[in-house]
């Protein structure tokens, strides 16, 4: 017998957003680096930066840590260094794991 | 299109038509969408997600939201809820607590984003206080934390269903957890608060009413046995070996709580020495702890408060901050096992009152 049944995911919240699609080409050369607090991850970044920079004819503009609330890399980045990034560059590189 | 927005897109219809609802059947359209933790579910028909969400508040809107769950950003309505509570199992009877649980992890301080973010092999953790354990049947006595009881599996098993599925907690994209852990599967247990010598957990946290839930986010449960002392200290002594290890996260960030399930008889044993709940928690503070160097020389990042940072090598240094981080219960029944349960660290436990 047939059976319909109810979604169990739902509805995305309002707000909420999801990855943005790979640019298809690295027209802006303006790279930030967000560091997330992780072991050896601002040295890990700016060099990935650098080498990106190098390869596509950019440049680091912004080196940043997440702020005073961002301390450790479980807590989030101060919505303030989102928006200055998001205004001074067009590609950033973040996130560094264990 | 990539993998996450081809899931995304098949789980955006409000209802899926089945050609039955046999355990392969359900299995193939949870595979097709990447949901499930791997067990048999229950269809999630009309019928039973209004059975379920008439389990609880009967005045509620379905649609309203009780949280909203990262990574995914997907809203945990009632009737979402009630749809992994139906699959989970749940008699709707118990719905209201996982209502209660959902409502504790969309909560800031507990931290969801960053408890399915991390390696760390956290898991929410249910605990249920009050008239409730006994009226809806949760086991609070033998294997609290095990297998064989309806309630206790199926209230856990639906708070990982939500995760996995409202909030996208899926191994890998959703949860980053290397090694993950049993409790990921179901992670629910009672306060047996009939064999505690002590008031009802929720009670001394300032939350009066009849029945209350706390979530935790933590470590699976780290035994500690001590079958013989009529001693409390000698018994507690166990508890902070358990603790002063430098395995667990509390290790390097001081701000972590530690949940402390002591069994009935290891309570009574305290309270016939005159000890409170507050007395357990600050001997623990007190005994279980090394020496700074010794952090120092396990870590190079240490998240500790400022007093601990300014210690000397040689001052004992304690598993966390400050003793109001040791959250005592008692759960359990007959024997002399207790056990510690560590935090992720970044996280804050949540108790609610059980919504009416």
């Not at chain 1, 890990?44 to 005073?68: F, N, Q, S, Y």
Request: a negative charge; one cysteine or more; charged letters at 20%.
């Amino acid at each position: 017998m047939s059976a319909r049944i109810l979604d169990p995911a739902g509805p995305l919240a309002e707000g909420a957003v999801q990855l943005a699609p790979a640019a298809p080409a690295l027209v802006d050369g303006r790279i930030g680096v967000l560091d997330n607090a992780k072991p050896n991850a601002r040295l890990l970044l700016e060099t990935a930066a650098a080498g990106l920079a190098e390869r596509i004819g950019g440049e680091v503009v912004r080196v940043t840590d997440k702020g005073a609330a961002g301390f450790n890399a479980a807590t989030a980045c101060e919505p303030q260094v989102l928006e200055g990034l998001s205004k001074e560059v067009r590609i950033v590189l973040t996130g560094s794991a264990d | 299109m990539g993998e996450n927005a081809h899931v995304e897109e098949l789980a955006r219809e409000p209802t899926h038509d089945l050609e039955n609802e046999s355990p392969e059947a359900l299995y193939a359209f949870l595979e097709e969408r990447q949901w499930g933790d791997g067990l048999p579910v229950v269809a999630p028909t009309g019928d039973r997600v209004e059975e379920m969400l008439a389990g609880g508040d009967p005045g509620a809107d379905p649609d309203e939201v009780l949280a909203v769950l990262p990574p995914r950003g997907g809203a945990a309505t009632r009737r979402t809820v009630a749809v992994n509570a139906v699959m989970a199992g749940c008699p709707p009877e118990v719905f209201p607590v996982v209502v209660t649980a959902v409502r504790a992890l969309g909560q800031q301080r507990l931290n969801l984003r960053g408890v399915n973010a991390t390696t760390h092999p956290v898991a929410p953790l249910v605990i249920v206080h009050g008239e409730v354990v006994a009226e809806m049947g949760f086991n609070a006595e033998v294997g609290a934390f095990g297998p064989g009881n309806r309630a206790n599996a199926t209230v856990g098993r639906a708070v990982r269903l939500v995760l996995l599925h409202v909030a996208g907690a899926r191994p890998g994209p959703g949860d980053a957890a290397t090694q993950g852990q049993p409790s990921k599967y179901a992670y629910c247990t009672a306060e047996n608060a009939a064999a505690s010598p002590w008031g009802p957990y929720h009670h001394d946290l300032g939350v009066d009413a009849p029945s209350a839930v706390t979530v935790h986010c933590g470590e699976n449960p780290h035994n500690f046995h001590d079958m013989e002392s009529d001693d409390v200290e000698r018994i507690l002594a166990k508890a902070a070996s358990a603790m002063t290890t430098f395995g667990v996260n509390n290790a390097c960030i001081s701000s972590g709580e530690w949940f402390v399930g002591l069994c009935p008889e290891h309570a009574a044993t305290a309270a016939a020495a005159g000890w409170s709940r507050d007395d357990v928690a600050e001997h623990l503070f007190a005994t279980a702890r090394r020496p700074a160097r010794e952090f120092r020389a396990q870590f190079d990042l240490l998240a500790w408060a400022p007093w601990m940072r300014d210690a000397a090598d040689d001052d004992l240094l304690p598993m966390t901050e400050e003793a109001g981080n040791i959250r005592v219960f008692v759960t359990g029944g007959a024997g002399r096992h207790s056990c510690v349960i560590p935090s992720w660290g970044m996280t804050r436990s949540v108790t609610l009152a059980l919504e009416a």
